[in-house]
T-cell receptor
């Protein structure tokens, strides 16, 4: 059974800092890995999707890497801003006959203070 | 265009009552997923639809939970004889269903269910 773990559970940083969120998964047979953002009381917004054959993806100040063989991914946020405060979720789409369902980590609650 | 919508946004019910939660996916998306987000369990998969068929129901926690999809569009998740442990946010997502490796799931805002 696929298990996804995110570290740290919570992170508080001053504005302007660069930061790294970590995600690990137990089964490397995945189609892709996605990073989502969730604001309080809201749904999930997809930030980045890395296919299993890719090593990283970038969008603006966000960079996500994937090391499938070791079951790890990191989300790097550059020059953090208070608007980045949210819960960040990592999810993997398992291979085989999983029909594309996502398995999520517990999330990292990020607070960026001015 | 319009995103995934869900209704109601909040639902409070008494233990033992039945509830129906609705999801309107993005137009043209053939794949539809239901997930549940609760404090103790995080975000868990419930059921997957491809068109009107549900090839994966493995996440439904008990036979009190059922779901259907009609016309390849709207889906309804029904919980019968609700229990307090059913209290959670129920999220719906849809995707194009075309290429599993790059298929992004788009999530609705969720329905917050509270069972008293």
């Amino acid at each position: 059974k696929q298990e996804v773990t995110q570290i740290p559970a919570a992170l508080s940083v001053p504005e302007g800092e660069n930061l790294v969120l970590n995600c690990s998964f137990t089964d490397s047979a995945i189609y892709n890995l996605q990073w989502f953002r969730q604001d309080p009381g809201k749904g999930l917004t997809s930030l980045l999707l890395i296919q299993s054959s890719q090593r990283e993806q970038t969008s603006g100040r966000l960079n996500a890497s994937l090391d499938k063989s070791s079951g790890r991914s990191t989300l790097y946020i550059a020059a953090s801003q208070p608007g980045d405060s949210a819960t960040y979720l990592c999810a993997v789409k398992a291979g085989g006959t999983s029909y594309g369902k996502l398995t999520f980590g517990q999330g990292t609650i990020l607070t960026v203070h001015p | 265009g319009a995103g995934v919508s869900q209704s109601p946004s909040n639902k409070v019910t008494e233990k033992g009552k039945d509830v129906e939660l609705r999801c309107d996916p993005i137009s043209g998306h053939t794949a539809l997923y239901w997930y549940r987000q609760s404090l103790g369990q995080g975000l868990e998969f419930l059921i997957y639809f491809q068109g009107n068929s549900a090839p994966d129901k493995s996440g439904l926690p008990s036979d009190r939970f059922s779901a259907e999809r009609t016309g390849g569009s709207v889906s309804t998740l029904t919980i019968q004889r609700t229990q307090q442990e059913d209290s959670a946010v129920y999220l719906c997502a849809s995707s194009s269903g075309l290429r599993i490796g790059t298929d992004t799931q788009y999530f609705g805002p969720g329905t917050r269910l509270t069972v008293l």
